[in-house]
């Protein structure tokens, strides 16, 4: 078992910057790789960006050269910065979590809402 929980989500002008935070906790817990999903009113959670155990990174187009994924694998934490917010990056945020054994985990969700 896999318990993930975000932080770091909120209200921030367009321009600015926010940085998210997921960590993971759970008895000899064992993760693959761990990403990044949004989920806007009304539209689908889509990826937003991804990273595995070797630092490798994806990101969705729509964010490239703004938000940049990072990881400690020794602490089980990811941490998503993003920069040059737009209106359009406002929704809730989920942390996932690819197990080898048990399947995917998923977070409660940390909302962010970028105003003009």
């Known amino acids: 078992q896999v318990n993930l929980v975000e932080s770091g989500g909120g209200s921030v002008q367009a321009g600015g910057s926010l940085r998210l935070t997921c960590a993971a906790s759970?008895?000899?817990?064992?993760?693959?790789?761990m990403s990044w999903y949004r989920q806007a009113p009304g539209k689908q959670r889509i990826m937003v960006a991804f990273?595995?155990?070797?630092?490798?990174?994806d990101y969705a187009d729509s964010v490239k050269g703004r938000f940049t994924i990072s990881r400690d694998n020794a602490k089980n934490t990811i941490w998503l910065q993003m920069n040059n917010l737009k209106p359009e990056d406002t929704a809730t945020y989920y942390c996932?979590?690819?197990?080898?054994?048990?399947?995917?985990?998923w977070g409660q969700g940390t909302q962010v809402f970028v105003s003009l």
């Open positions: 996932e979590a690819e197990t080898p054994m048990d399947g995917d985990y």
């Open positions: 759970g008895n000899d817990i064992s993760i693959d790789a």
């Open positions: 990273i595995n155990r070797l630092g490798n990174t």
